[in-house]
């Protein structure tokens, strides 16, 4: 473990600058953190979290996949794909680490998505604990999140006045080797400490007790029908806030745009909630809001782990609860249709 | 997808000359969706045609372009052609690269890489034009005149020998129009009178005719074949079907000062009045402007001495509403106001005067009965200056007179110096012209007398001013085949004034929605193909409101215009324009933004029932188009939200299409 | 110098386009100097037209024209004749090289045949 | 290298009774202006929805110009007085995002005025060539 | 901050679903904390009695949530609307989104919505709860050590600062006093842009509308977006897509939502509240209301039942498009 005064973190974020595009939460005009490249007179956030979850570094909104042009029958492909480039993402809670094993379970099983998969590979993860969680915070619902020592190639703990950090994989190791003349060799009593802290919070949490237990896999028949579903839903506007601010959605649309000089390939984030999500040559395959609004919670609290050993499609990272315009959240819908809280 | 194919025309030079015809057809044939393209010389002509449906049938095409003139030009002529070959004539898009293209562009590379572009435009639109099918609509078998000159009456009578009834709208107390005022008529100097009152009869005496005189159109609604139009029947206080125009009254009313309008303000008419002796109708008409009686409740004299009992003093303006299936517009012309020519001195000496003032001096029924004598004093006199041009042909900017030839002013010229010098041979007649025009049967032959038989001095020049002194006119002007200035002693002075058109002619034109020229007259469907139709279906044209006539022209214009009504009104049906609004109800939110700017009331809605998810049902109100009362403007598709009422022929995704297709 | 550059800048510096001209003499038959006038108005304007700039340069009636501009006011087609009138005496003047007058200058120049309006217009033409 | 000379694009949303009709007319007398200009024929300028002008934009047009008949002349009777309001209100508002007012015009043209349309496009080609190419609503994906 | 308190609208809603006037509420039902309170369609006197809710956080507006609910709903449902709402509701059945009858209207007064934005700005993270004390929100945070009070004015969110009305335009009846139109403050913020710069304005938007994630949280929260079928959901609009892929797309999206809406936009603020991205996007729509106010006179949507919206509308004399610009240089 090492450690550097919370005063020299600007140099270790120079440092890093140097070789890679560090990316970690600034505040913005409006005081509202968002992941943004990193450069001198940029300062880290103290916030919680962004709105915009880490996924968009490794699964962006709009990507470009091909170009192609027609001229009379002929066709013409050209690949346009940018090789990524290295790059450390850092800050991340422990909520949207984990969310990366959720997306790598869809993204990186065959067929695996050369786009996700290269950015993963050039992509450093630091981690950060959670000092402060917020109120909407669940993380602690799902299994193997733990806010005071999150995961990640490097994991990092930030106290009054230093910045800890332990690595955790060989791009880790290499992360810590870059900075390591900027840093210094420590024991791991101050982080103990924090992490205590940490553990002292997660306690009050207003939703610690929220519980998963009563979903997984296999209870598709249990809450498919259940007639909660229609007041639950009754209200929802049909937007996309709730699955674009969410780190583990990861529908897309591909879509193509004619440029005039050819055509562009992209892909899109798609949202459940959207009325011509999954629009197929028949037509809609879900009509209603409602039949939308359950198959996002469906899925992340029941399609999701089916498929994936057990693991839940919510990180409890609160991102839906705080941004919903109506309010309506998987928190509620699991304490409506998901029968008792965990005593 | 479309089979289109693409012809290219070369309209001679007038096209090839600035575009490389056959690198246009070349870069088009690889367009999504062209199977087929060619050039050629005249793509109009019946071999140009040909090769069109011939390339239809052969290459099985689903839609063309022709890249030619203007779509205004022959767009209809193509349509045809694509229906004569099998085609829906919808199918057919034209790319303009004639007046958009080879004419306003000099440099050939310029002109191709446009000309290409548009076709490319027109392409994008056609792959995207779906076969459109017209609607139909009644047509109410009568038209309506608006205007009772000789346009006017040739036209109604035409119209009413084919035996449709037709109704004139004057707003004089009689019809007859500017020629009533005439004298002569040149080039064979028969008496206007004689020729046009027994016209007058029959239009009075056709039982398929009926005369609204004193009125005046309030307003018009509807569309070709199914006008509704408002007719103000002014109050003339005098019960029309029951004066027999006697003129007892005329004779005895005492308030005999006013302006008498028909002798152009040159003698005067009592408050009730007849304005000449073969008016039609032949009934009195009262002048609340003069009448005591009608100002002041003090007189009633002509009520007293009229036996028949028709004066009616509270009598009132009437609207009389009625449907048409066609109008004529005949609402002929005036002589421009002199009041800015200074250097004529028209507002300072009375004896300068405008050729229609001359007209009635000259007129047996005029003010002077038909003697020439001075406005002023009553004397012979003895030179007369003839100004011709005056306020026609002027600069575009000129804020006195008009850019065009009035074209009547050369001819009627000549037969005033004529009948003058034939009347009173001791009289000195000059006319001063720019040039005399005088293109028509048996014109030039009658100028040549003027000047040969009756010595008439015609002096290439210009009269530059007029200066009254003492009793006569000093007139300053130029010769300009001998060089000098010359200096006249005139006792009168006659001012060939430009003619415009009548003042009524824009309000009617707005009512109408009839398109007009900066000079106010009347525009033609096509110049010279179709030059008595408005480009409003189902507005014709007649007479000087389209453009200055002599008589003989007018009368053919209006039998033209006639044949053109009975043409229409001969329908039983008539064929609307495809091109209509259209309302997917799908997307349809029913919330009246389309019906609000719908300047037609073409749109209605109803409550409709959809099928929802689930096997339910929901009940909308959605908007529907009646096609024969759209006029496919398509406002209605930009005040729509949603995107749900669109417009055929011109749809979102075709004007997209060509904007991309522009862009590129 | 070159005939038609001359004819180029008359048209240029006046503005003027004698190709609306449609030489119909109102300009000649309103002008209060024709009697004194080689070439009268109608004509300059046909003749700087035709390029036929010398024998105007070279009359001395250039000077009889009053710049009264009854020929400007009266033209139904804006022509603007004066306005060619003074152009083609800036050209003399150019020609001559003489594009700058002072005030003082001006005495000499004046004899009684010379129009008070052309001293005006010449004095604000070239004292700026 | 020769540096490609600059040329505005140019889409002109002509009404096909007036404007339309204004532009054949400047055609008729040869009256020259820009290839650049590129019209599109609508049967009124009430046609012009406010998504073809962002259209053109994005598709690489530098300036959008609508023209049509004169007020009172239209030959719907009101379609232009729409197109003046929604046009007065659009405009606004691209001025209010800070994109050039110049880019965009609406023209009154009328049939017989050929000439007064030769010159609005001759003005606006200018005007529009003066401010560059349109950066601030370009859609790169469409400028290769 | 409220004067009327949720004993009394229970006890209203009750009374009216057990005489039989209405068969359903449509109201604000209580969240897991003390803000997120969430729209809800009530069926019963019990479910109001258990859930109903109503403090400073009841922003939503549910005018827009009648166009669907009177369709599935038999008989009556009853709707609380604020002042604000009630002009939402106007414009709606101004363009017959929804059957009248159906509809029980109540009118509530309202003294402004407070901001959870802005109450965190000074309280910062963990909030537990709020009580409500008339004057001040007593906040309660996992970090403070005791619950701090913020002024209710504090943080009142931006659209009830600058409220336009606290006057009911629509109800069938009455709970409270009724207010009086305001003259609010609104448009200063879109006057402090117009006095920018161009580039400014420029930088001001890019910067905004480029956090733009196209949630459409923006459109489906707005009372006057009841399309059936929105154009950007369309894919035969050319305009559709779910995802703003470049600036040119945030800015479309914007411009065009505010057009569709321009005349029809009674300035309810719900697009600005839904936004994750806390873009001012009510400020595109007061620019438009701005405008109409001057080009063509006073106009508030809304205000009554079938008024005709300035933008389909016109006189002979409006001013031209051009002479939009040299009124703006006049004043600048």
Known sequence: MRKCSLDSINKIFGKIAETNKLYLPVDGSDGVAVYTKWEEGKEWSNALNTVRSPKDFFFPQVENLMEFKTSGKNIELTDIREEAEDFVIFGVRACDVRSFDILDRVFLTDPVDSFYASRREHGVIVSVACSKPSETCFCQTFDNIDATNPLGDVTAWKTEDSVYFKANTEKGEAFMKKIESLTEECDDTAVAAEKDKIAAIMKKLPLKDLSADAFGGGKTDTFFNVPEWDELSATCLGCGTCTFVCPTCQCYDIKDFNTGNGVIRYRCWDSCMYSEFTKMAHGNNRLSQKERFRQRFMHKLVYYPENNEGIFGCVGCGRCLAKCPISMNIVKVMKKIGGKVNE | ?664 | MNKNFIQEEILRSSGVNPKKCMKCGKCSATCPAYDEMEYHPHQFVSMVENGDIEPLMNSKSLYRCLSCFACIDRCPRSVQPAKLVEAVRLAVVRQQGKNHLTANDIPELIDDETPQQLLVSAFRKYTK | MQVKEYKPLIVAFCCNWCSYAGADLAGNNRLNYPADVKIIRVPCSCRVNPMFILRAFQRGADGVIICGCHPGDCHYTSGNYYTRRRMAALFSMLDFLGIEKERTRVEWVSAAEGAKFAATMNEFAQTVASLGENKRLEDLRCKK | MQKITRDQLVEKAVALLSDGTVSAVLGWSRGEFDYDITPAVFKSAEEVKENFVWNDFCGANFSKYLVAQTGKVEGKILVFLKPCDTYSFNQLLTEHRFDREKVYAVGIPCEGMADIAKVREIVGDGIVSIEDDGESLKVSTLYADAPVLVGAKDVMAERCVNCKSKKHVAFDELMGEDGEVIESARFDEVARLEAMTPDERFLFWQNELSRCIRCNACRDACPACTCEKCVFDNPDSAVENKAPANSFEEKMFHIIRAFHVAGRCTDCGECSRVCPQNIPLHLLNRKFIKDINEFYGEYQAGAEVGSRAPLVDYTTEDLEPGEVFERGDQDA
């Open chain 2, 1 to 664: 997808m479309q089979r289109v194919g693409v012809f290219v025309c070369w309209c001679g030079s007038n096209i090839a000359g600035t575009v490389d015809v056959a690198a246009v057809a070349e870069a088009l044939k690889n367009e999504p969706g062209v199977v087929f393209s060619t050039d050629y010389q005249y793509m109009c002509s019946q071999a140009g045609q040909d090769i069109i449906k011939n390339a239809i049938a052969e290459h099985n095409l689903t839609g063309i372009v022709v890249c030619s003139c203007s779509p205004r030009m022959h767009e209809a002529t193509f349509r045809k052609t694509a229906a004569a070959a099998g085609l829906n004539p919808y199918m057919v898009e034209i790319a303009n690269i004639r007046e958009q293209c080879s004419w306003v562009h000099k440099d050939m590379t310029t002109g191709t890489e446009k000309a290409i572009i548009l076709g490319k435009a027109a392409v994008a639109k056609v792959n995207l034009n779906t076969p459109l099918t017209p609607g139909e609509s009644p047509v109410t078998k009568r038209a309506l005149v608006i205007g009772g000159g000789i346009a006017g009456i040739q036209t109604a009578l035409d119209i009413a020998d084919a035996g449709f009834p037709v109704d004139i709208v004057e707003t004089k107390p009689t019809i007859g129009g500017k020629m009533a005022q005439l004298d002569k008529t040149f080039p064979t100097l028969d008496c206007a009178a004689c020729i046009l009152t027994p016209k007058m009869v029959d239009v009075a005496q056709n039982e398929k005719i009926r005369i609204f005189s004193y009125s005046e159109v309030e307003e018009v609604g509807g569309f070709v074949g199914n006008f509704d139009v408002k007719i103000k029947k002014k109050a003339r206080y005098v019960k029309e079907d029951i004066c027999t125009g006697c003129g007892a009254c005329v004779d005895k009313c005492p308030m005999k000062k006013n302006p008498n309008e028909f002798n152009l303000g040159m003698d005067n008419r009592p408050a009730i009045y007849i304005p000449f002796a073969q008016a039609v109708p032949k009934v009195a008409t009262i002048d609340p402007n003069a009448c005591n009686m009608l100002k002041n409740g003090k007189c009633g004299l002509c009520a007293r001495v009229c036996a028949a009992g028709a004066i009616d003093y509270t009598q009132k303006d009437e609207i009389i509403e009625e449907k048409y299936g066609a109008i004529v517009v005949a609402t002929g012309f005036n002589p421009i106001s002199m009041e800015k020519f200074d250097e004529f001195a028209y507002n300072q000496s009375k004896d300068v005067i405008t050729s229609l003032e001359f007209e009635r001096l000259t007129n047996a029924a005029g003010p002077t009965a038909g003697h020439l004598e001075r406005p002023s004093d009553g004397k012979s006199p003895k030179t007369i200056v003839f100004v011709q041009c005056v306020g026609s042909r002027c600069d575009a900017c000129s804020e006195k007179g008009k850019e065009y030839c009035s074209k009547i002013c050369c001819m009627y010229t000549a037969k005033h110096a004529m009948l003058t010098r034939d009347k009173y041979p001791d009289t000195d007649v000059y006319v001063f012209y720019i040039d005399v025009r005088t293109p028509g049967k048996n014109f030039d032959e009658f100028y040549r007398r003027a000047v040969e038989e009756f010595g008439v001095k015609y002096i290439k020049g210009m009269v530059g001013k007029v200066t009254p002194e003492g009793d006569k006119l000093k007139v300053q002007a130029s010769d300009l085949l001998s060089n000098k200035q010359l200096h006249i002693d005139a006792d009168l002075v006659v001012l060939a004034a430009a003619i415009e058109p009548d003042k009524s002619a824009r309000p009617l034109a707005t009512m109408l929605t009839a398109s007009m020229d900066t000079n106010d007259f009347f525009t033609e469907a096509h110049p010279k193909l179709r030059p008595v139709e408005s480009p409003t279906a189902g507005v014709f044209l007649s007479g000087a409101c389209q453009g200055p006539k002599d008589i003989p022209e007018t009368v053919s214009q209006a039998g033209a215009a006639a044949s053109k009504v009975i043409g229409l009104l001969a329908k039983d049906k008539l064929t609307g324009n495809p091109c209509v609004a259209h309302s997917n109800e799908l997307m349809c939110n029913g919330c009246s933004s389309c019906e609000r700017v719908c300047p037609y009331g073409a749109i209605t809605y109803e409550d409709k029932e959809f099928r929802m998810p689930n096997r339910t049902t929901k009940i909308r109100r959605v908007a529907s188009v009646n096609p024969a009362v759209c006029q496919g403007c398509g406002a209605c598709t930009v005040a729509c939200p949603s995107g749900a009422m669109d417009l055929k022929g011109f749809a979102n995704s075709q004007i997209i299409a060509e904007v991309d297709a522009i862009c590129k």
